[in-house]
Protein backbone atom coordinates (compact mmCIF):
# COMPACT_ATOMS: atom_id res chain seq x y z
CA UNK A 1 0.00 0.00 0.00
CA UNK A 2 1.19 3.73 -0.71
CA UNK A 3 -0.01 6.89 1.52
CA UNK A 4 -0.04 10.22 0.28
CA UNK A 5 -0.85 12.81 2.88
CA UNK A 6 -0.70 16.57 1.91
CA UNK A 7 -1.36 19.52 4.46
CA UNK A 8 -4.08 22.26 4.68
CA UNK A 9 -3.47 25.55 3.91
CA UNK A 10 -4.78 29.06 4.73
CA UNK A 11 -4.15 31.97 2.29
CA UNK A 12 -3.66 35.65 2.21
CA UNK A 13 -3.13 36.14 6.41
CA UNK A 14 -4.28 39.49 6.12
CA UNK A 15 -2.71 41.57 3.43
CA UNK A 16 -0.78 38.76 0.89
CA UNK A 17 -4.27 38.46 -0.75
CA UNK A 18 -3.06 35.68 -3.49
CA UNK A 19 0.31 36.01 -2.56
CA UNK A 20 1.08 34.38 0.82
CA UNK A 21 0.16 30.70 2.29
CA UNK A 22 0.50 29.11 4.88
CA UNK A 23 0.34 24.80 5.34
CA UNK A 24 -1.15 23.75 8.68
CA UNK A 25 -1.36 20.50 10.53
CA UNK A 26 -4.43 18.85 8.70
CA UNK A 27 -3.85 16.21 6.93
CA UNK A 28 -5.45 15.03 3.59
CA UNK A 29 -4.32 11.28 3.34
CA UNK A 30 -4.65 8.75 0.39
CA UNK A 31 -4.52 5.00 1.14
CA UNK A 32 -3.53 3.31 -2.73
CA UNK A 33 -3.54 -0.17 -3.52
CA UNK A 34 -2.83 -1.39 -7.26
CA UNK A 35 -3.84 -5.27 -8.21
CA UNK A 36 -1.09 -7.10 -9.42
CA UNK A 37 -3.31 -8.59 -12.14
CA UNK A 38 -2.64 -6.64 -15.42
CA UNK A 39 -6.05 -7.35 -16.46
CA UNK A 40 -8.44 -4.34 -16.69
CA UNK A 41 -11.16 -3.96 -13.78
CA UNK A 42 -14.82 -3.50 -14.24
CA UNK A 43 -14.87 -0.47 -12.52
CA UNK A 44 -14.49 3.38 -14.16
CA UNK A 45 -11.53 4.09 -15.16
CA UNK A 46 -9.96 1.05 -13.13
CA UNK A 47 -10.35 2.92 -9.91
CA UNK A 48 -12.72 2.29 -6.70
CA UNK A 49 -12.42 5.09 -4.33
CA UNK A 50 -14.37 5.08 -1.21
CA UNK A 51 -14.32 7.93 1.48
CA UNK A 52 -14.21 9.21 4.97
CA UNK A 53 -14.16 12.36 6.59
CA UNK A 54 -15.67 15.46 6.24
CA UNK A 55 -18.64 16.26 3.63
CA UNK A 56 -18.80 12.55 2.86
CA UNK A 57 -22.19 12.64 1.99
CA UNK A 58 -21.53 14.88 -0.47
CA UNK A 59 -18.30 13.77 -1.86
CA UNK A 60 -19.00 11.82 -5.59
CA UNK A 61 -17.48 8.56 -5.32
CA UNK A 62 -17.12 8.37 -9.44
CA UNK A 63 -13.46 8.58 -10.59
CA UNK A 64 -14.28 11.25 -13.46
CA UNK A 65 -16.26 13.42 -11.10
CA UNK A 66 -14.30 13.57 -8.21
CA UNK A 67 -11.72 16.03 -8.19
CA UNK A 68 -9.10 14.34 -6.40
CA UNK A 69 -9.53 11.25 -9.31
CA UNK A 70 -9.95 13.30 -12.30
CA UNK A 71 -6.76 15.42 -11.58
CA UNK A 72 -4.80 12.10 -11.46
CA UNK A 73 -6.46 11.29 -14.84
CA UNK A 74 -5.43 14.14 -16.38
CA UNK A 75 -1.32 14.31 -15.26
CA UNK A 76 -2.00 10.29 -16.16
CA UNK A 77 -3.67 11.55 -19.61
CA UNK A 78 -0.90 14.42 -20.32
CA UNK A 79 1.48 10.95 -20.53
CA UNK A 80 -0.78 8.91 -22.91
CA UNK A 81 -2.40 6.63 -19.87
CA UNK A 82 -5.90 7.10 -20.56
CA UNK A 83 -6.97 5.47 -17.43
CA UNK A 84 -5.67 4.23 -13.90
CA UNK A 85 -3.86 1.18 -13.61
CA UNK A 86 -6.12 -2.32 -13.52
CA UNK A 87 -7.51 -2.34 -9.66
CA UNK A 88 -6.52 0.58 -8.77
CA UNK A 89 -8.30 0.98 -5.15
CA UNK A 90 -7.88 4.51 -3.45
CA UNK A 91 -9.29 5.35 0.06
CA UNK A 92 -9.68 9.07 1.09
CA UNK A 93 -9.50 10.09 4.84
CA UNK A 94 -10.11 13.75 4.46
CA UNK A 95 -10.40 15.94 7.81
CA UNK A 96 -9.88 19.36 6.21
CA UNK A 97 -13.18 20.86 6.26
CA UNK A 98 -15.25 21.90 2.56
CA UNK A 99 -15.67 24.90 1.62
CA UNK A 100 -14.17 27.03 5.05
CA UNK A 101 -11.01 28.55 3.71
CA UNK A 102 -8.70 26.35 4.63
CA UNK A 103 -7.44 24.95 1.43
CA UNK A 104 -9.65 21.47 1.07
CA UNK A 105 -9.35 22.01 -2.94
CA UNK A 106 -5.90 23.02 -2.91
CA UNK A 107 -4.88 19.97 -1.23
CA UNK A 108 -7.39 17.24 -3.24
CA UNK A 109 -5.06 19.21 -6.45
CA UNK A 110 -2.10 18.22 -5.26
CA UNK A 111 -3.17 15.02 -3.83
CA UNK A 112 -4.20 14.19 -7.31
CA UNK A 113 -1.10 15.18 -9.16
CA UNK A 114 0.94 13.06 -6.94
CA UNK A 115 -1.04 10.14 -7.26
CA UNK A 116 -1.06 10.51 -11.03
CA UNK A 117 2.61 11.04 -10.57
CA UNK A 118 2.84 7.93 -8.52
CA UNK A 119 0.60 5.30 -10.11
CA UNK A 120 1.78 6.62 -13.56
CA UNK A 121 5.58 5.91 -12.63
CA UNK A 122 6.12 9.17 -14.49
CA UNK A 123 9.31 10.46 -12.48
CA UNK A 124 8.05 14.16 -12.27
CA UNK A 125 9.77 16.62 -10.10
CA UNK A 126 8.67 18.93 -7.51
CA UNK A 127 8.57 21.66 -9.36
CA UNK A 128 6.82 19.62 -12.37
CA UNK A 129 4.12 18.81 -9.99
CA UNK A 130 3.45 22.42 -8.85
CA UNK A 131 3.05 23.16 -12.87
CA UNK A 132 0.27 20.66 -13.01
CA UNK A 133 -1.20 21.71 -9.86
CA UNK A 134 -1.51 25.46 -11.03
CA UNK A 135 -3.02 24.21 -14.54
CA UNK A 136 -6.11 23.15 -11.93
CA UNK A 137 -5.87 25.42 -9.01
CA UNK A 138 -4.85 28.87 -10.29
CA UNK A 139 -3.95 29.74 -6.82
CA UNK A 140 -0.84 29.40 -5.99
CA UNK A 141 -0.87 30.37 -2.41
CA UNK A 142 -2.52 27.26 -1.50
CA UNK A 143 -0.77 24.69 -3.68
CA UNK A 144 2.55 25.83 -3.66
CA UNK A 145 1.79 26.01 0.79
CA UNK A 146 0.26 22.29 0.62
CA UNK A 147 2.91 20.99 -1.81
CA UNK A 148 6.77 22.66 -0.34
CA UNK A 149 4.86 22.84 3.43
CA UNK A 150 5.49 26.30 5.69
CA UNK A 151 5.37 29.59 4.93
CA UNK A 152 5.73 30.36 1.52
CA UNK A 153 5.30 33.62 -0.93
CA UNK A 154 4.25 32.57 -4.23
CA UNK A 155 3.25 34.20 -8.13
CA UNK A 156 1.74 32.84 -10.61
CA UNK A 157 3.11 33.58 -14.64
CA UNK A 158 0.30 34.17 -17.41
CA UNK A 159 -1.13 31.12 -18.98
CA UNK A 160 -2.53 30.93 -22.68
CA UNK A 161 -6.62 31.52 -23.10
CA UNK A 162 -6.72 28.54 -25.61
CA UNK A 163 -5.14 25.97 -23.83
CA UNK A 164 -7.13 27.48 -20.17
CA UNK A 165 -10.24 26.58 -22.01
CA UNK A 166 -9.76 23.36 -22.99
CA UNK A 167 -12.49 20.81 -21.18
CA UNK A 168 -10.08 18.35 -20.82
CA UNK A 169 -8.79 19.81 -18.03
CA UNK A 170 -10.23 19.72 -14.36
CA UNK A 171 -11.30 23.04 -12.47
CA UNK A 172 -11.09 23.39 -8.83
CA UNK A 173 -12.93 26.56 -8.30
CA UNK A 174 -16.41 24.85 -7.99
CA UNK A 175 -15.64 22.52 -5.23
CA UNK A 176 -17.37 20.44 -4.32
CA UNK A 177 -18.73 19.73 -7.74
CA UNK A 178 -15.80 19.84 -9.90
CA UNK A 179 -16.06 21.29 -13.69
CA UNK A 180 -13.86 19.99 -16.44
CA UNK A 181 -11.63 17.08 -16.74
CA UNK A 182 -13.52 15.50 -19.83
CA UNK A 183 -12.50 12.48 -20.84
CA UNK A 184 -12.30 13.60 -24.87
CA UNK A 185 -10.47 11.19 -26.35
CA UNK A 186 -7.86 14.16 -27.18
CA UNK A 187 -4.62 14.08 -24.86
CA UNK A 188 -5.12 17.33 -22.71
CA UNK A 189 -2.59 20.37 -22.88
CA UNK A 190 0.51 19.55 -20.16
CA UNK A 191 1.08 22.65 -18.34
CA UNK A 192 3.76 25.15 -19.69
CA UNK A 193 6.71 24.75 -17.70
CA UNK A 194 7.43 27.16 -14.53
CA UNK A 195 3.87 28.59 -14.75
CA UNK A 196 4.50 29.22 -10.68
CA UNK A 197 7.44 30.04 -8.29
CA UNK A 198 7.40 30.18 -4.56
CA UNK A 199 10.08 31.06 -2.00
CA UNK A 200 9.81 29.97 1.46
CA UNK A 201 9.89 32.45 4.49
CA UNK A 202 10.90 31.79 8.43
CA UNK A 203 8.49 31.10 10.98
CA UNK A 204 9.06 32.04 14.76
CA UNK A 205 8.55 28.67 16.41
CA UNK A 206 6.83 30.47 19.23
CA UNK A 207 3.66 31.12 16.40
CA UNK A 208 1.02 28.58 16.25
CA UNK A 209 -2.45 29.38 14.52
CA UNK A 210 -5.90 29.09 16.32
CA UNK A 211 -8.22 28.13 13.65
CA UNK A 212 -12.32 29.08 14.52
CA UNK A 213 -14.33 27.31 11.79
CA UNK A 214 -18.07 28.49 11.58
CA UNK A 215 -20.66 26.12 10.47
CA UNK A 216 -21.30 26.93 7.06
CA UNK A 217 -19.34 27.30 3.64
CA UNK A 218 -18.65 30.40 1.81
CA UNK A 219 -17.70 29.16 -2.07
CA UNK A 220 -14.70 30.58 -3.40
CA UNK A 221 -16.31 31.39 -6.42
CA UNK A 222 -18.69 33.67 -4.38
CA UNK A 223 -16.11 35.31 -2.30
CA UNK A 224 -14.76 36.70 -5.62
CA UNK A 225 -17.37 37.46 -7.11
CA UNK A 226 -17.91 40.32 -4.10
CA UNK A 227 -14.53 42.25 -4.51
CA UNK A 228 -14.64 45.25 -6.98
CA UNK A 229 -13.37 44.83 -10.38
CA UNK A 230 -10.95 48.50 -9.36
CA UNK A 231 -9.23 49.23 -6.31
CA UNK A 232 -7.60 52.69 -5.50
CA UNK A 233 -3.87 53.48 -5.74
CA UNK A 234 -4.23 54.27 -1.85
CA UNK A 235 -5.72 50.89 -0.80
CA UNK A 236 -3.22 48.61 -2.83
CA UNK A 237 -0.21 50.69 -1.17
CA UNK A 238 -1.41 50.18 1.88
CA UNK A 239 -1.69 46.01 1.70
CA UNK A 240 2.20 46.27 0.04
CA UNK A 241 3.30 47.85 3.11
CA UNK A 242 1.89 45.68 5.41
CA UNK A 243 2.51 42.16 3.04
CA UNK A 244 6.37 43.73 2.72
CA UNK A 245 6.52 43.91 6.47
CA UNK A 246 4.35 40.57 7.67
CA UNK A 247 6.43 38.30 6.00
CA UNK A 248 9.64 39.37 7.83
CA UNK A 249 7.94 40.00 11.02
CA UNK A 250 6.34 36.55 11.63
CA UNK A 251 9.77 34.99 11.25
CA UNK A 252 11.11 36.92 13.85
CA UNK A 253 11.91 34.70 17.07
CA UNK A 254 10.44 36.68 20.16
CA UNK A 255 7.45 38.25 17.63
CA UNK A 256 6.44 42.03 18.03
CA UNK A 257 2.81 41.13 18.86
CA UNK A 258 2.30 45.20 17.68
CA UNK A 259 3.90 45.17 14.40
CA UNK A 260 2.31 41.52 13.47
CA UNK A 261 -0.99 43.06 14.53
CA UNK A 262 -1.13 45.98 12.05
CA UNK A 263 0.94 43.78 9.41
CA UNK A 264 -1.64 41.88 9.13
CA UNK A 265 -4.65 44.36 8.39
CA UNK A 266 -6.00 43.95 4.73
CA UNK A 267 -8.03 46.89 2.53
CA UNK A 268 -8.15 44.40 -0.46
CA UNK A 269 -10.66 41.51 0.46
CA UNK A 270 -11.66 41.13 4.06
CA UNK A 271 -13.86 44.21 4.38
CA UNK A 272 -16.17 42.98 1.31
CA UNK A 273 -16.36 39.78 2.17
CA UNK A 274 -17.70 40.68 5.47
CA UNK A 275 -21.25 40.37 3.67
CA UNK A 276 -20.94 36.81 3.34
CA UNK A 277 -19.41 36.19 6.87
CA UNK A 278 -21.79 37.98 9.68
CA UNK A 279 -19.45 39.33 12.52
CA UNK A 280 -15.94 39.46 10.78
CA UNK A 281 -15.90 43.41 10.71
CA UNK A 282 -16.11 43.14 14.50
CA UNK A 283 -13.90 40.25 15.29
CA UNK A 284 -11.23 41.89 13.35
CA UNK A 285 -10.88 45.08 14.65
CA UNK A 286 -12.19 44.06 18.26
CA UNK A 287 -9.59 41.55 18.90
CA UNK A 288 -6.14 42.88 19.68
CA UNK A 289 -3.05 41.96 21.74
CA UNK A 290 -4.00 44.92 23.63
CA UNK A 291 -7.41 42.86 24.68
CA UNK A 292 -6.30 39.33 24.19
CA UNK A 293 -2.65 38.89 25.70
CA UNK A 294 -0.72 36.05 23.59
CA UNK A 295 -2.40 37.41 20.35
CA UNK A 296 0.19 38.61 17.49
CA UNK A 297 -2.81 39.10 14.56
CA UNK A 298 -6.15 37.76 12.98
CA UNK A 299 -7.20 37.38 9.38
CA UNK A 300 -10.02 35.58 7.35
CA UNK A 301 -8.40 32.24 6.16
CA UNK A 302 -8.28 32.27 2.99
CA UNK A 303 -11.78 33.02 1.25
CA UNK A 304 -13.52 32.17 4.89
CA UNK A 305 -15.57 31.77 6.88
CA UNK A 306 -12.73 30.75 9.08
CA UNK A 307 -10.78 33.04 11.20
CA UNK A 308 -6.86 32.85 11.64
CA UNK A 309 -5.50 34.18 14.84
CA UNK A 310 -2.01 33.53 15.26
CA UNK A 311 -0.79 33.89 18.55
CA UNK A 312 2.17 32.65 21.38
CA UNK A 313 -0.27 31.67 24.30
CA UNK A 314 -3.93 32.15 25.90
CA UNK A 315 -4.84 29.84 22.75
CA UNK A 316 -8.12 28.71 23.93
CA UNK A 317 -9.38 32.21 25.58
CA UNK A 318 -8.86 33.76 22.15
CA UNK A 319 -10.77 30.96 20.97
CA UNK A 320 -13.51 31.28 23.06
CA UNK A 321 -13.73 35.38 22.66
CA UNK A 322 -14.28 34.82 18.86
CA UNK A 323 -16.57 31.47 19.14
CA UNK A 324 -18.78 34.00 21.41
CA UNK A 325 -19.24 36.84 18.86
CA UNK A 326 -20.02 34.26 16.22
CA UNK A 327 -22.47 32.63 18.61
CA UNK A 328 -24.25 35.88 18.63
CA UNK A 329 -24.87 35.78 15.14
CA UNK A 330 -26.56 32.37 15.32
CA UNK A 331 -23.20 30.82 14.02
CA UNK A 332 -22.02 27.74 15.80
CA UNK A 333 -17.94 27.14 15.45
CA UNK A 334 -15.48 24.49 16.20
CA UNK A 335 -12.08 25.71 16.85
CA UNK A 336 -8.27 24.09 16.16
CA UNK A 337 -4.99 24.44 17.59
CA UNK A 338 -2.96 24.38 14.48
CA UNK A 339 0.82 24.36 13.72
CA UNK A 340 2.78 24.97 10.44
CA UNK A 341 3.08 21.57 8.64
CA UNK A 342 5.54 19.88 6.32
CA UNK A 343 4.46 19.56 2.68
CA UNK A 344 3.07 16.63 0.56
CA UNK A 345 4.44 13.43 1.59
CA UNK A 346 4.60 9.86 -0.05
CA UNK A 347 5.17 6.85 2.08
CA UNK A 348 5.75 2.99 0.46
CA UNK A 349 5.24 -0.06 1.82
Known amino acids: MMRIRVPCSSANIGPGFDVVGLALSIWLELQVTLSTSPHPTP ?44 GTSIHIINPIPLGRGLGSSGAAVVAGVILGNEVGKLGLSKARILDYCL ?20 YLNSLGTADMERKEIPLSEVLPEP ?7 ITPPSPPFGIGHYIKFAWAHEIKAVAIIPDFEVSTAEARDVL ?39 KIHQQY ?24 GICLSGAGPTILALATHDFEKIAEVIISRFESEGISCDWKLLEPADGAEVFRG
Not at 57 to 81: F, G, I, M, W
Not at 249 to 263: C, F, R, T, V
Open 135 to 154: MIERHPDNVAAALYGGFVGT
Open 179 to 185: AGGLNTG
Open 43 to 86: TPQNCTITYEGQGASKVDLHPERNLLTQTALYVLRCHSQASFPP
Open 228 to 266: PKVYSRKDMIYNMQRIALLTTALGQSPPNPSLIYEAMKD
Open 273 to 296: RSKLIPGLEGILSSVTPNTHPGLL
